[in-house]
């Protein structure tokens, strides 16, 4: 069935880049997002990318997808104390089904 | 606008117990979803409401029922709560089903002992 694989940890000292990969089963999504989780709340959206993109910048975050080896990918640049976190990655491989990731958990070394 | 509220924030039950969730939206949203959230294991749909009047099960319905009472309510029921139920719970909405943003609750951490 479908999948979404993403590693559970990353650290990273702050100022530098954070990059946070994710790898899915299914080529059929349309839609494909990346969702922040801070410490006692839910998710929220944090950026998304259409499937006929290649990339998409949004100020410091930039999404990179590559759909014929099926990986996304979440570059945080200059990465703050503000951006320890929980991220998730999700896809719709079709329409009556949304598929998280099991998120990665961004520490901030200072 | 509050966007997605959940009550309880916090609760303790036995097993055996029953209780339910609650979950309201004030954004006009056609689905909702029920997920829970355990370690390790990431977010796991229960169960979803595409539009008013309908329900389906998600990935991990055994235990749980739900009613969508309105366009603004969804409701997680536990019939008789087990110690595998310990999670966090967590409802969200969005404008329509699989192609747009979900918007979350804060979530209920439930315990049963």
């Known amino acids: 069935g479908e999948d979404v694989e993403q590693s559970l940890f990353l650290s990273v000292r702050e100022g530098d880049s954070s990059v946070i990969n994710c790898t899915y089963t299914d080529s059929s999504s349309t839609y494909l997002y990346w969702y922040k989780q801070e410490p006692g709340a839910g998710l929220q959206l944090l950026t998304y990318?259409?499937?006929?993109?290649d990339m998409k910048q949004d100020q410091r975050l930039t999404v990179l997808l590559n759909k014929k080896d099926k990986h996304l990918s979440l570059r945080i640049a200059d990465t703050q104390t503000g951006d320890s976190a929980i991220y998730f990655c999700?896809?719709?491989?079709?329409?009556?089904?949304?598929?998280f990731g099991k998120g990665t958990r961004l520490h901030i070394l200072p | 606008n509050a966007g997605v509220t959940q009550t309880p924030k916090f609760q303790v039950l036995k097993t055996g117990q029953s209780m339910t969730l609650q979950c309201a939206q004030d954004m006009n949203h056609n689905s909702m979803y029920w997920y829970r959230q355990d370690p390790g294991m990431g977010l796991r749909l229960i169960y979803y409401s595409a539009s008013e009047g309908t329900t389906d099960k998600g990935e991990v319905p055994n235990g749980y029922n739900v009613s969508r009472l309105n366009k603004r309510e969804f409701s997680l029921r536990l019939e008789s709560a087990a110690p595998s139920q310990t999670s966090v719970y967590f409802c969200?909405?969005?404008?329509?089903?699989?192609?747009?943003?979900?918007?979350f609750g804060p979530g209920t951490r439930l315990t049963v002992l």
């Open positions: 990318i259409f499937s006929n993109m």
């Open positions: 999700a896809v719709t491989p079709r329409d009556d089904k949304i598929i």
């Open positions: 969200a909405s969005s404008s329509f089903w699989g192609g747009n943003e979900q918007f």
